[in-house]
């Protein structure tokens, strides 16, 4: 009985593959290329030496794929890949890159030799712009490229081509990395000095099937985007879902700024013409009835009432004169109605000369708080009569006034409500009705028009006179959908005019 020879039993396919790529790749290596050189030494990018026999060159492929399969993490397995796979295959630099959500743009994401990557690198810069300039399904395939040349890099700016024709290793050789849907996000760019033969093409195919199948089982299956729907009916339904969240009913609402002012305040203005010379009451601080607020320059309206009583002095004097001469003196008789008409006037200027000097103090009209911003502001500045100086107001009567934007008007009632956000209250809100709504806008200092909105708080909410914050105004119920594209279809409108 005859015994089987060891060399006759069936061997695995992965044995029969490595056995066929060695022999490949000897085969490439004993063809002498006419466009380069003997050279009598090893170089960066040459073929690797043949193995010393077919079966250990399988053993070695198994080697690595287990090795491969027992990496931990996604880093860890792009720096095996682009570092310890030059022991199988030559090369002088690899760089993996990787893309998002399906665009153009290339990152590097692992670099051999280094631990980590300056995505600002030239080379990586010029590179990436460069894998990004591809047309679309080239990089889903193993691709040569030559850095030197211009037609490999096709819409390449010249600062970029500069740096890869300036590069130490010209020869490169893109190798995908897809996922498990087949699309390709990532690859790896090998380069060395001389082209790949199609030995290390081949190995470097299979190994790269086998380093994408690993990152996929280590990061699992990537996201898919919105454009990238498995069947229509996922769009449907996600159309229905924006149907239906665009119809349902929200009370259609806007925000604005608010300011609290006194409800029914005092206004103080300038009674005379003249020059602020003191504001005796600081800002906000409490005065009764009848104390002086505001003091004018009253050297002026003081010399002139000084004048008008000389001036009321001479004319009584006159005046008496001439009514004891009408006794014995007709002339004076006649003279008498003239003196007591200069008399008469004498006495209203020096009256009004009184009432100017008087009013030089201005006084507080009623109990309350001072309201104005600062003494600065107004010590030593001229005023015109009529002009607003300070209010005097009762800081338990408050109202809140909304500036809102013209451009952002909603159809309010009075009754509609509101909720108010101080910044000096920065939890909860309060609550208030809207009073009144001006008909005509105003012009605020920044050159904008808004609509003047006064709002009374709820009973038990006594915010600061002067606090500031913003206001959530409400109006009618309306679908979603029209809430928020209220503004873009005004601002289309108006663009468009219709």
Partial sequence: MSTARVSDAPRPPAVLAAEALQRSAARARAQ???????????????????????????????????????????QALLMHLVNEARSLVPYGQAIVFRRRGGGRQWRPVAV?????????????????????????????????????????????????????????????????????????DAGVLFLREAPFNPGATVLLRRLGQTYAHAWTALSGPRRRTLGQARTPWMLMLLVLLLGVLGAMPVRLSVMAPVEVVAAEPQVLTAPIQGVVRRIAVPPSAPVKAGDVVVQFDDIQPRNEMLLAQQRLAVAQARDARTAAAAFQDPEAAHELATARAEYELARVNYDYAVEVLARTAVRAPQDGVVIYTDRRDWEGRAVQVGEEVVQVADPRRIALRVDLPTGNSLPLEPGARGDVFLDNVPFGGIPAQVRHVAYTPRTLPGGDTAYTVMLAPEAGYQPRIGARGTVRLYAGEVPLAVQLLRRPLSALRQTLGF
């Fill in 32 to 74: 002498p290329r006419a466009d380069e050189p003997a050279a009598a030494g090893p170089r960066i990018g040459t073929a690797a030496p043949a193995p010393a026999g077919d079966a250990s060159a399988a053993l070695r492929l198994l080697q690595y794929e287990a090795e491969v399969r027992r990496v931990q993490g996604e």
């Fill in 112 to 184: 051999s030799g280094l631990p980590s990557v300056d995505a600002h690198a030239p080379l990586l810069v010029a590179l990436g712009r460069g894998l990004a300039r591809q047309q679309p399904g080239v990089l889903h395939d193993m691709k040569s490229l030559d850095l030197q040349s211009a037609g490999a890099w096709p819409g390449l700016d010249e600062r970029s081509r500069g740096v890869l024709r300036g590069f130490a290793l010209p020869r490169g050789l893109w190798v995908p990395l897809p996922d498990a849907a087949d699309r390709v």
